[in-house]
Each structure stands twice: as C-alpha cells, then as structure tokens.
C-alpha cells in the first residue's frame, strides 16, 4: 500500500514538476513566456482590486512572480512526494493563488471561445486543489504512529510463588 501511496504521488506531482521544469527553463533575463503572458493578466487583477477592494497592489515584476512559482512548485512537489504535509500546503497555496489569475474566464463572454478553454483549464486547477485538500485532510485525520514502541515493551513478568 505504501508504494502505490508513493506512485500516485508522484504522478500527482508530475503536473507541478514538469510545470516548474518549462518555466524554469525558458525563463532566461525577463522570466520568459509565463512572464509575458502573466504581465495583463496580473494587470487586470490590480484593477479588479483597485476599482472594487480600493486596495493598490504594489508594483511586482512578473520575474520574481514566476520564479516564486518556480520554487513553490519545486519545493512543494519535492516534499509532496514524500508525504508531507508542509509539501500539499505549498502547493495549495501555489493553486489557490495562480488558477484564478491565470485562468480569468470571468474576463470573457460566456459565448466567447476563450471562455470554454480557460473555464475548462480552471476546473482542472480545481480539481488539483481538491486533491491536496483531500490529502491534507487525510493525513491530519489518521492517527499518529509512536516511534517509541520500544519503550511500551512489557517488563519481565515477576514469578509467582
């Protein structure tokens, strides 16, 4: 059971992983393709803000926003794949902050094609958030092991006379 625990975590991760490998590896000086493409999406969130919380979101550049991703994603599936708790939960928060920046079909009419297409991506990404809060429930719900097993070990009966 422990093997086939391992296996589908790591298949759960390889979504994260070959995610953060891209990114990674087309990021070059100006974080790349994700960078451009998240630049007037991140804007229209600021406005989003702005115009109904009157809340302004400082200035980030979108390389350091990608590169954030990157070790989220890095350091969560490394972790995730071990079992950890503190691995689901990055990941979650990787989830729970990029899928509706990354997937604003709220943006679009629901007639438009890009309506579907982003729509259907963030479902997914919902999915994926469900999965990790299932798993931390999980494991925040069985009951721990104790590591000193050894020392319940039961005395020497005394003898009897």
Do not use: C, W
Request: charged share 15%; no cysteine; net charge positive.
């Amino acid at each position: 059971m422990a093997t086939m625990s391992f296996v589908g975590r790591l298949l759960f991760v390889s979504v994260f992983v070959l995610s953060a490998y891209q990114e990674f590896s087309e990021f070059g000086s100006d974080g790349g393709p994700a960078a451009k493409a998240l630049a007037p999406k991140f804007n229209v969130l600021s406005k989003h803000v702005a115009t109904h919380i009157g809340f302004e979101l400082p200035h980030v550049e979108m390389k350091h926003l990608i590169l954030g991703a990157i070790v989220l994603k890095g350091l969560g599936s490394l972790l995730f794949v071990f079992g950890s708790t503190l691995g689901a939960l990055l990941l979650l928060i990787h989830q729970a902050v990029a899928s509706p920046v990354l997937y604003d079909f709220y943006n679009y009419d629901v007639d438009k094609k890009e309506f579907v297409q982003l729509f259907f991506k963030f479902s997914q990404n919902l999915a994926l958030l469900g999965a990790l809060l299932f798993f931390i429930g999980m494991k925040n719900s069985m009951p721990r092991r104790s590591s000193s097993s050894s020392s319940k070990k039961k005395g020497p009966k005394a003898k009897a006379n």
